[in-house]
């Protein structure tokens, strides 16, 4: 079965602190990856996604995630938060030639204190 | 902002109700995705429209339904309102039908009462 798992649904964190937020997925064909950012009362906002060439995808607000195809992983990361990065992190995937869903993970919970 | 216009922003009715949620894709995007967002389901793909066709179906209960009209812009009818059924919808609107990059909307906030 095709899947995401976040695996912290909740990470606190200092300010000025480095950050890693889990996401591991499940699927048997190629696969594009996706981070979005919700914060309160908002929609979804893109981070970075991952379609081909480099494993290494640099996004929005200094974030960047790694794509690891033999451990099915996507994780990502930020090396020093700030309060304004509290919010809601999902990771998502859209699997090839299979029209344009995404299948979203649970989301974590990023919580940066002062 | 995204570019991507829903309406309404909020929306209260009762047990039993019809309600219908609209979305105003981006200028230029041809496909629409509809979403729900519960706190015991989480994000849930519900149905992809594109240039007026359906695209892809998720799990959408039978009581649900969309469409996308000429204009492209798209309406999600939800009926027969349960409790369950409150959540907040997102819609989502990209240029192609592959969601290589999905621009989504500030969502509609159902509560079934």
């Known amino acids: 079965a095709q899947s995401v798992t976040q695996l912290d649904s909740q990470v606190p964190v200092f300010e000025e602190a480095p950050v890693e937020l889990r996401c591991n997925y499940s699927s048997s064909v190629s696969v594009y990856l996706f981070w979005y950012v919700q914060y309160p009362n908002q929609g979804l906002q893109l981070l970075l996604k991952?379609?081909?060439?480099?494993?290494l995808v640099k996004g929005i607000n200094g974030f960047e995630a790694e794509f690891n195809k033999s451990q099915t992983s996507f994780h990502l990361r930020k090396p020093s938060v700030h309060i304004s990065d509290t919010a809601e992190y999902f990771c998502?995937?859209?699997?090839?030639?299979?029209?344009?869903?995404?299948?979203f993970g649970q989301g974590t919970e990023l919580s940066v204190k002062p | 902002d995204s570019g991507v216009t829903q309406t309404p922003k909020h929306l209260i009715t009762a047990t039993g109700q019809r309600v219908t949620l609209r979305c105003s894709p981006r200028?230029?995007?041809?496909?629409v995705y509809w979403y729900q967002q519960s706190l015991d389901q989480g994000l849930q793909f519900l149905i992809q429209y594109y240039n007026g066709e359906e695209r892809a179906k998720g799990n959408i209960l039978e009581r649900f339904s969309a469409q996308q009209f000429p204009d492209l812009h798209s309406e999600l009818n939800l009926s027969s309102l349960e409790l369950g059924d409150s959540a907040l919808y997102f819609c989502?609107?990209?240029?192609?039908?592959?969601?290589?990059?999905?621009?989504f909307g500030q969502g509609t906030r159902l509560t079934v009462v």
């Open positions: 989502a609107s990209s240029v192609r039908g592959d969601n290589t990059e999905a621009f």
């Open positions: 200028s230029g995007d041809l496909s």
């Open positions: 991952y379609l081909s060439g480099s494993t």
């Open positions: 998502a995937v859209a699997f090839y030639n299979q029209g344009g869903k995404l299948i």
